[in-house]
């Protein structure tokens, strides 16, 4: 039964165990002439949350786990003989399981029946051009292990899809029927079903836990993988860049950091000056009808998808530079360039910089610009030399954020900066970042178990904990600067 | 020294008239705050503005270096005249005039700047000192006279934000007077103090008298009967007595005043 | 005591007069201004990056809402198309794409005789007017209407890329000398074409229902397959997130201790916010994918590594919400006797809706136009089916509309840049509503306490 089956057969029992508690409540109730302890609807949810959530959990955790187990004993079934030279286990498990759907296809077309199948054996019917029939195409003939291997594993699925709904609403049921013949006067349904919501908003609020957890798990995980094929010290110390198909990759680190520095320091060169600008102008100087307009106009810049920032590089920004300033000055021929991608990511971070120098201008006390205004100062050398000294911290912290941003952006320095892993000066030659390498070595068509395709996790815990140390800077100094005026 | 009201001494013949104040009106948006205002306002003389909360006193005292014009809302009519010159003017910057007319505010403000940066602000921006030592001596001239030289010498590079609040209202002093103003605003300074650190400032205001034309707004009636030479009573916006201390405070001529004085209004 | 009124003589100012400037006034002044100015220059800069930014766009992407048809009578050959002549669909289907060319080729003879235009050009070369895409539609025409064989119909045929492109002045005469895929005389035909009116630039409604197009056939690539995928991924978003964050917030800000666990878990929330996509993108990889075994490309997964971006938003902007409903309300809930659990789902929670929806839908669009994580869980690969409907299409290989466009951008013919360029009009629109959709939200629901 699928899963959409069983959990709309929950959703029914759900439905139905609330009629029933709510109505045995009343009849109890009726019958033995005691006062209800909550309102009878209470006594209908608590059944109804008894017999929905503990069952859709159960199916949960089943899917998760049920893949994990299963694949883990098939896999145990593939000798090595049938691993092609150069190729990995992976590979060959990827094959089963289409072989596997492919059966389930072949059952479903009603060209074969469960008992054909038991009796089909890979050494004597054509089971490539068979499968190839129900658009399963296979690259080679199916060696005898891969094929049983297939059919246990089309069995496992099945007969764990089997107790899995048998254990789905067997549990729904069963609980249906305890809370049910719970259901009495003197029961404290409201607490029952209120305790029972409270430990639905715990579980929500795992869920971010959960998820750095998940992220933190998978990327250490993989790199671990990658650290036992590669030497760490390389990683981390080599300039070179130089992935190969056919192994004998130079991977290091240090080209990628640098084109991830120079294009952040670039963009940041942009964004700082212009974006704390704009927000003493909007802060101190504009007048009302100028910050009405100004103001959601740059914030809309924050907006944007970044998607159209790479886009804007690609097409116009790109192009400019090469045509009118790289070129005739002899710097570079590349759309693609470092400054190209600084220049546009800049711009992103403009409304970063800005509003956060302006909640933190603004945070800055009245009586400060007072004072430097009661000595005679401009509102110039006020904001020089006292509103920005004292609102430094909250500065720094915005910038530190906005740095945080740049570093992990991804779209705008894949379409504007380059692919090249190079350790130049030139702002208008193409270099590269961390984050395009991770979507390049992720979206290509290496082997997933080579070096070449995990040293995307390494970059990626190297992107994370660089960011995330960062943020935990920035937010403690603007966390310390807010209770300083607090 | 709290127990009785000392009249501060009033010889104050020969002063020159500082700021003549005409028919000064200020508007908040529509409110009407401040109506139909003459005053003059001795040199070397401490005149003293008192009156309940909301009266103006403080808004006057702001139209006096300008203070007002970073409030947008706000708008100021009549002539206020200082050594002659009407600081309304088109013509007059109040950079220059808030340099002549310094400030000291109801709460200690010190910048979050070391205590010598502090004091060398107002120096440093209009130009006073030319070399470091000319500096040194006007942060160290300030400081003897506002009366902190000897708690802060040993730790002028700390930030003045450290100080203890009369302390720090002290540093806002010496502040104001590092620029050589000619007239001193000194709005509730104490307010925000308590008496053993108001004492010291209010002897600090007697000895400031010498150089400086100073206007204190106070809601302390006894302050202002201790510092001052001159005060004034403003009721509702209006000046309603403006006189000799001891006159105001023993003689009364406006019921307002006197009903203010004996407590009955405020 | 001093008489007032006998003023004293007004004395000469000790400074200098107010009412003239000094020096180092003036040059205070002037840096004043320069200051002043360049405050100015820097909020010119940052709304003219905007205009430039939404300009460039608008200006290469607009036209691709037009589009070059070629209005053609084709008659349905039964000596090319049924051989047999039984009209058995498995025999007419065994004609590929082929065999329709030819018959394209004819129409467009034929049409430039009755239009009375003449050309150099063979017959093929003229047939290339039309796109490569048309003898396919015209086929799957065919197959849908086999009793049409025989018969002579009018077809509206997307004109050629190039064609496409010459209309919209990304090709010129000079360039076509140069481009093997088009030559100054069709060109001139094509001109001619459309002064006779057989050629025609309509609006292009196959741009937002046509699936995506090979490499060669620009003129017929759609967003159809995207904004499926997309919607499907905004509305599995919008059914996990939006529950889940609300329900966390509830927790976190009504209900939890104050202790470290709970200061774990914000420190936690604030940090995810921040954490770059790619990274989800690199959890969803692992997690979903590899580990669970969930299709790549599946709506299904963009979904779900969305929500988890998502749902940071969410619980800010939830616990803002439910910060700015007044005490006193709870208060006077519980004073009547509701538990805590009925104060809040009974009258905290409603009147903090509109501000959990706007939050939701600002995390929405966020959701929409993220692209980088999408790239890493195979939302890039080119996909012609449209996915089936919910649910089952939510496993279902899919396109996004951020993807498509990166996925554009990557493509050789420069036709596509005007495509990457319309659909990015196509998904700031979205936002747009949404974002407005969110304003008006705010606006009519404006606090009323």
Known sequence: M??????????????????????????????????????????????????????????????????????????GMIPDSVIPEGGAKSLVMADVRRIADGLDALMVAGHMSES???????????????????????????????????????????SGRFLMTIAVLGLAGALLVWSWVRVHPDQRARNASETFVLSLLIGASLVAILTTFGIVASLLFETINFFKMYPAADFFFSTVWNPQFRGGSDLGILPLLWGTLYVSFLALLVAVPLGLMIAIYLAEYASKPLRAIAKPAIEVLAGIPTIV???????????????????????GTSSSSVLTAGLVMGIMLIPFVSSLSDDIINAVPQSMRDGSYGLGATKSETIKQVILPAALPGVVGAILLAASRAIGETMIVVMGAGAAAKLGLNPFEAMTTITVKIVSQLTGDTEFASPETLVAFALGLTLFVFTLGLNVIALVIVRKYREQYE | MFDAPKFAETKVTNNDIKIAARKVQVYYGDTHAIKDVDVDILDKTVTAFIGPS?????TFLRCINRMNDTIDICRVMGDILIDGEDIYDKKVDPVQLRAKVGMVFQKPNPFPKSIYDNVAYGPRIHGLA???????????????????????KDRLDQPGTGLSGGQQQRLCIARAVATSPEVLLMDEPCSALDPIATAQVEELIDELRQEFSVVIVTHSMQQAARVSQKTAFFHLGHLVEFGDTGQIFTNPKDERTESYITGRIG | MTDLTSSGAVPAPRKGSLLTQDERTKRRNAKEARFRMMGLIAVTIGVLSLVGLLTSILASGLSSFQQTYVELEVYLDPAKLDKKGERNLDDIAKV???????????????????AGVSSDLNAKAAGELISKEAP????????????????????????????????????????????????????????????????????????????????????????????????????????????????ASIYLEEFAPKNRWTDLIEVNISNLAAVPSIVFGILGL??????????????????????????????????????????????????????????????????????????????????????????????????????????????????????????WTQRGDPAFVERASGAIIVLLVFLVIMNIAAILLRKRFERRW
């Open chain 3, 96 to 114: 590929t794409t082929f065999g329709y060319a030819p018959l394209i080729d004819a129409a467009m003879t034929a049409a430039m005789e009755r």
């Open chain 3, 136 to 247: 396919a539609s015209l086929r799957d025409y065919v197959l849908a209407n086999p009793d049409r064989i025989g018969e002579t119909v009018s077809f509206d045929l997307l004109a050629a890329g190039r064609i496409d492109g010459f209309f919209k002045g990304r090709v010129t005469m000079a360039s076509a000398e140069l481009d093997r895929n088009v030559s100054p005389e069709q060109l001139q035909l094509a001109q001619q074409l459309k002064e006779a009116g057989i050629l025609t630039t309509k609006f292009n409604w196959a741009f937002f229902t046509a699936p995506d197009a090979s490499d060669t056939r620009p003129e017929a690539a759609g967003l159809g397959v995207a904004i499926i995928g997309s919607a499907y991924m905004m509305l599995i978003v919008l059914v996990l997130s939006l529950p889940l964050g609300v329900a």
């Open chain 3, 286 to 407: 692992a997690i979903f994918i590899n580990m669970v075994g969930l299709p790549q490309s599946a709506p299904v997964v963009g979904g779900l590594v969305l929500t988890l971006m998502t749902l940071p938003t969410i619980i800010i902007a939830t616990r803002a919400a439910l910060k700015s409903v007044p005490p006193s309300i709870r208060d006077a809930a519980l004073g009547v006797g509701a538990s805590k659990m009925q104060a809040i789902f009974h009258h905290v929670l409603p009147l903090a809706m509109p501000g959990i929806l706007t939050g939701a839908i600002i995390g929405l669009a966020q959701a929409l136009g993220e692209t980088a994580p999408l790239l890493l869980i195979g939302m890039v690969a080119f996909v012609r089916e449209y996915p089936a409907g919910p649910p089952e299409g939510f496993f279902d290989p899919a396109a996004a509309l951020p993807v498509q466009v990166y996925n």
């Open chain 1, 309 to 331: 920032y790479g886009l804007f590089a690609l097409i116009t920004v790109g192009p400019f530079l090469r045509d009118y300033i790289a070129s005739p000055l002899g710097l």
């Open chain 1, 116 to 158: 054909d199948l038991d009796a089909m054996r890979a050494d004597f019917t054509d089971v490539r051009n068979r499968l190839g029939n129900v658009g399963v195409a296979l690259g080679s003939d199916v060696p005898v292990p891969v094929f049983e291997a297939a059919k246990e594993l089309r069995k496992s699925q099945n």
């Open chain 2, 130 to 152: 030319r070399t470091k030592a000319d500096l040194d001596e006007i942060v160290e001239k300030s400081l003897r006279r506002a009366a902190l030289w000897n708690e802060a």
């Open chain 2, 54 to 58: 909301g009266c103006g006193k403080s």
């Open chain 1, 2 to 75: 699928s899963t959409g089956y069983i959990t709309l057969i929950v959703l029914g029992l759900c439905g139905l165990g609330f009629f029933l508690g709510r109505a045995r409540a009343l009849a109890t109730s009726r019958a033995t002439g005691k006062k209800l302890h909550s309102l009878p609807n209470y006594y209908g949810q608590a059944v109804a949350l008894f017999t929905a959530v503990p069952a859709l959990l159960l199916m949960l955790a089943w899917l998760f786990l049920q893949p994990l187990m299963i694949e883990g004993r098939i896999g």
